[in-house]
């Protein structure tokens, strides 16, 4: 007697030749499925692996992460039976994709999804694991119900090297403790390595004028949807983090003399007076290779004479950043039109990238 069964159409894990789709037979636990014969799909050979029996096919499904199902065929003149893996079930949604084969054994499992809720907007997938179900989280999310977050954009390019960019949830501490929270992914800079994008509000050139005593202008950075705390744990998580600074000045000074008159607050309330890298020196990006304005002065600014000039540099101390409020004064005198004084800020958005080694 020819037994025909209904196998899975639908596999992308193994190809097979279209055929009519048929009604639902039924269906039990850990099925088999035996039809009435009303057509015939032969698959074609190609594609087609062989196995000695179906516990090989079981265990060839239970190593391929989206296998969930398989088709078993006939036993061949070798010894050798057909083996199909498949990324659907009969159980979740998929009856149409189903088609009747002579000699074919579907084997679905037991619909554990039915018991167990996968969050957000993952899928179950019923499955040949222990558990008996999978959750496929969308990129990001972690965990066996999908209910973590990754912790950087680059622990999400790592997860899946084809995450596009966009806005993700992460937790840089993981589960419990401090809240996740949504950024933006570049999956692209920085070699694809996947950086954490935090805005804030004080990206535009923004004017300064008017603040005459050192440090009198105060504009605090706020940035989106994470708070400091939050921030720090990014760090943390991250091998890079970085920031650019720029102030471009009209006899407005970063320094007068030993006073400092503009300066930047760490993310933990300290003064920093380096515009540049990470050296923590009390000088701008030119005097590192010695070639400011004025070769006597630590920033081009200092020079002071009249005319725009800028200072700008990328702050790559982890440990201090982000930026948490900029501070510049030398700004209060409008004397007359050649000893005016105007200033300038522009802070880049906050990134992070690669992953520390904890
Ligand atoms: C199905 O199996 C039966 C017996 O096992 C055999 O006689 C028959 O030829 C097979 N049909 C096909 C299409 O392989
Ligand atoms: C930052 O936000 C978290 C919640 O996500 C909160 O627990 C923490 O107290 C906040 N920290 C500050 C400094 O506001
Ligand atoms: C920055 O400038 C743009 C364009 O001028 C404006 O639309 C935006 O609101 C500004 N952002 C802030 C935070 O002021
Ligand atoms: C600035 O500081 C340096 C070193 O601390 C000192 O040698 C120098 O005299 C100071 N200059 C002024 C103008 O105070
Ligand atoms: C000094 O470094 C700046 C960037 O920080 C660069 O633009 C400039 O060309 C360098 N000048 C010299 C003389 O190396
Ligand atoms: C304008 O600046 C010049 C020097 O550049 C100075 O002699 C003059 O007194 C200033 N005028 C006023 C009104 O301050
Ligand atoms: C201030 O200096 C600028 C040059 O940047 C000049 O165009 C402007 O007229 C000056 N303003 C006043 C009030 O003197």
Request: hydrophobic share 30%.
């Amino acid at each position: 007697m020819s037994n025909i069964e209904l196998v899975m159409l639908s596999s992308r894990l193994s190809r097979m030749a279209p055929s009519r789709e048929l009604a639902i037979c039924g269906v039990t636990a850990f099925v088999f499925i035996v039809c009435s014969l009303l057509a015939v799909g032969i698959p074609t050979d190609a594609e087609r692996e062989k196995v000695p029996n179906e516990g090989s096919c079981r265990v060839k499904c239970y190593m391929e992460p989206d296998c969930v199902s398989i088709n078993v065929g006939p036993l061949d003149s070798r010894g050798e039976i057909t083996c199909e893996l498949n990324d659907a079930t009969w159980e979740n949604g998929h009856e149409s994709d189903m088609k009747e084969l002579v000699n074919y054994t579907y084997l679905g499992i037991e619909n554990h999804c039915h018991s167990h809720s996968c969050i957000g907007s993952s899928t179950c997938q019923v499955g040949f694991t222990s558990k008996g179900f999978r959750c496929k989280c969308r990129p990001g999310g972690v965990g066996d119900f999908c209910e973590g977050a990754a912790t950087s954009c680059s622990e999400i390019k790592s997860l899946d090297n084809s995450a596009r960019d966009g806005d993700y949830v992460i937790d840089p501490d993981g589960e419990g403790g401090l809240q996740m929270f949504r950024v933006s992914c570049d999956m692209t800079d920085k070699n694809g390595v996947g950086v954490t994008v935090i805005s804030h509000n004080s990206e535009n050139r923004t004017l300064v004028d008017g603040y005459e005593k050192s440090g009198s202008y105060k504009r605090d950075i706020k940035y989106m949807r994470a708070n400091l705390t939050q921030l720090t744990e990014l760090t943390k998580v991250s091998l890079h983090c970085e920031q650019s600074i720029k102030y471009e000045c009209y006899n407005s000074r970063l320094h007068n003399g030993n006073t400092t008159v503009g300066w930047w607050m760490s993310r933990d309330d300290t003064k920093m007076t380096y515009w540049d890298g990470a050296s923590g020196i009390n000088q701008c990006a030119c005097a590192v290779n010695g070639s400011c304005a004025r070769s006597d002065r630590r920033c081009n600014c200092d020079k002071d004479d009249s005319e725009w000039r800028f200072d700008s540099g990328l702050l790559t101390n982890k440990i201090h950043l982000p930026v948490k409020q900029l501070r510049f004064g030398d700004t209060g005198v409008a004397r007359n039109a050649t000893s005016n004084e105007t200033g300038y800020h522009t802070l880049g958005k906050f990134r992070c990238y690669g992953i520390a080694q904890l």
